[in-house]
Nanobody
Framework: QLPLEESGGGLVQPGESLRLSCTSTGYTLDYYAVGWFRQVPGKEREPLMCISTSGAITNYDESVQGRFTIFRGTALNTVYLQLNSLKPEDTAVYYC????????????????????WGQGTQVTVAS
C-alpha cells in the first residue's frame, strides 16, 4: 500500500487560490499515475484530472478547465493540484489517488483503477 496524504486545503474567498499537495512519504510518485477527485456530501466522488508517469494530463471536468492545473513536483514524491479562481461550487473534499502503470502515457478517471488513496483535504470557498 502506497501511503498518500493530501494537504493544502482550507477556507478561502471566491476568486482566491489554493495549492493542494499529494505526498507519499518515503516513496516516489514518479512511477505512478495520479488522479485528483473531489466529493461533496451526498454526492458521488467525481474525477477532476489526472497525470500519467510521462506527464500527460487529462482533464475530466469542464467546470475546472483553465482554473485547475495538475503537475508533478521536483521532489518526485509530490503531485500538486493548483486551484485558481475558486468558486463556491468548488467546495468539496479533495482526494488524490495513485496507481502503478506500465503504460507511461496512461491515467484514468475511473476510481477503481486506483488502489492507493489519501484521506482527503477539505476546500471551502465562501464569502
Amino acid at each position: 500500500q502506497l501511503p498518500l496524504e493530501e494537504s493544502g486545503g482550507g477556507l478561502v474567498q471566491p476568486g482566491e487560490s489554493l495549492r493542494l499537495s499529494c505526498t507519499s512519504t518515503g516513496y516516489t510518485l514518479d512511477y505512478y499515475a495520479v488522479g485528483w477527485f473531489r466529493q461533496v456530501p451526498g454526492k458521488e466522488r467525481e474525477p477532476l484530472m489526472c497525470i500519467s508517469t510521462s506527464g500527460a494530463i487529462t482533464n475530466y471536468d469542464e467546470s475546472v478547465q483553465g482554473r485547475f492545473t495538475i503537475f508533478r513536483g521536483t521532489a518526485l514524491n509530490t503531485v500538486y493540484l493548483q486551484l485558481n479562481s475558486l468558486k463556491p461550487e468548488d467546495t468539496a473534499v479533495y482526494y488524490c489517488a495513485a496507481e502503478n502503470s506500465y503504460d507511461k502515457s496512461y491515467c484514468t478517471s475511473v476510481s477503481d483503477f486506483y488502489h492507493n488513496w489519501g484521506q482527503g483535504t477539505q476546500v471551502t470557498v465562501a464569502s
